[in-house]
Nanobody
């Protein structure tokens, strides 16, 4: 059964850094899918954070994290990462890994929940002030 497994979330002080990892298991063509990270803070809707194309040539970020977060992937390891720096208390959320709904889904389309094929279980990031 295909699944996405996130890790790396923890409690960190404001200004600190974290690296989230997402391992895709059971996806034969992982390297051909666009991938993304979303987050959901308490009482808020799940929101797009960043996406990456299957070649890593194209990346997209929500304005709130531009210049602070970097998405990357290692297709040989079936993994996608989110390097987060200069963390702020408002970055506190559960972070979810997402894979494109189809092989044709582009990274530019991954900001729309309807273009997500599957979600991971999430990893908690808490930024203290």
């Amino acid at each position: 059964q295909a699944q996405l497994v996130e890790s790396g979330g923890e409690l960190v002080q404001a200004g600190g850094s974290l690296r989230l990892s997402c391992k895709a298991r059971g996806y034969t063509f992982f390297s051909s899918y666009a991938m993304a990270w979303f987050r959901q803070a308490p009482g808020k809707e799940r929101e797009f954070v960043a996406s990456i194309s299957w070649t890593s040539a194209d990346t997209y970020y929500t304005n709130a994290v531009k210049g602070r977060f970097a998405i990357s992937r290692d297709n040989a390891k079936n993994a996608v990462y989110l390097q987060m720096s200069s963390l702020k208390p408002e970055d506190t959320a559960v972070y979810y890994c997402a894979i494109g709904a189809t092989l044709m889904t582009t990274s530019a389309e991954m900001d729309d929940h309807e273009n997500v094929g599957s979600w991971g279980q999430g990893t908690q990031v808490t930024v203290s002030s």
